[in-house]
């Protein structure tokens, strides 16, 4: 189970200031993440068999002005780290992006977020990897795994190809005149065509 701390969700909404303008008990950004982990938790302790896994997936900045800063994030990390996760998630749009402003401006990302969780806990990393390069590119920030998600939707066939030596053969863009490269049901053709990666 994947907890979807990410992305503009609900989660994500309590943990930002742009959306969360509680006055009541879930106004603490971090209060209602926290709880839902636990949930979480206590549910797969009690049901699952004990190899269960169970991850969170966070953004780690905002694009909003009064939304989450890198600061903000760092203290979710502590929390988070502290609790019996699997792994973390960083929710990136490229592996390799800058912060934006803060103290921590001009920084890569994925480095902070290493250097905070110190290898407690396993992170995965996701973001702009579209070729086997980009992968391997990925892995040297020294994220534990990484994730795939634009690129699986181009080519579902990516891990096969890269795994048989046929790296050229990799489909890493989309091509809006060639429905039979992509085999994407007609909705998700659409967000493609009006640049959805």
């Known amino acids: 189970v994947e907890i979807h701390g990410a992305n503009h969700y609900l989660i994500h909404q ?21 709880a839902v982990v636990d949930e979480v ?11 269960f896994i169970v991850g969170y997936r966070f953004s780690p900045e905002d694009p909003e002005e009064d939304g989450i800063k890198m600061e903000q994030t760092k203290e979710l990390l502590g929390y988070l780290s502290s609790k019996p996760l699997d792994y973390l998630h960083a929710s990136l749009m ?21 250097e905070w969780i110190d290898d407690k806990i396993p992170l995965v990393g996701i973001g702009s990897i579209f070729n086997a390069d ?48 992509h085999n994407l049901p007609p909705n998700l053709w659409k967000q493609f065509d009006n640049g959805f990666y």
């Open 14 to 34: 309590f943990v930002s200031r742009h959306y969360n303008r509680r006055q009541d008990e879930w106004s603490k950004p971090y209060k209602y993440p926290l």
């Open 41 to 51: 938790l206590n549910t797969v302790r009690k049901f699952a068999d004990k190899d």
């Open 94 to 114: 490229d592996i390799h992006s800058k912060t934006r402003e803060g103290k921590y401006e001009g920084k890569t990302r994925i480095e902070l977020i290493r």
């Open 134 to 181: 980009e992968a391997l590119d990925a892995l040297n920030t020294g994220v534990q795994f990484i994730a795939l998600g634009r690129e699986i939707l181009l080519d579902a066939e990516f891990i096969e190809k890269i795994k048989e030596g046929r790296t050229e053969d990799i489909i890493s863009y989309f091509d809006p005149t060639r429905e039979d490269n």
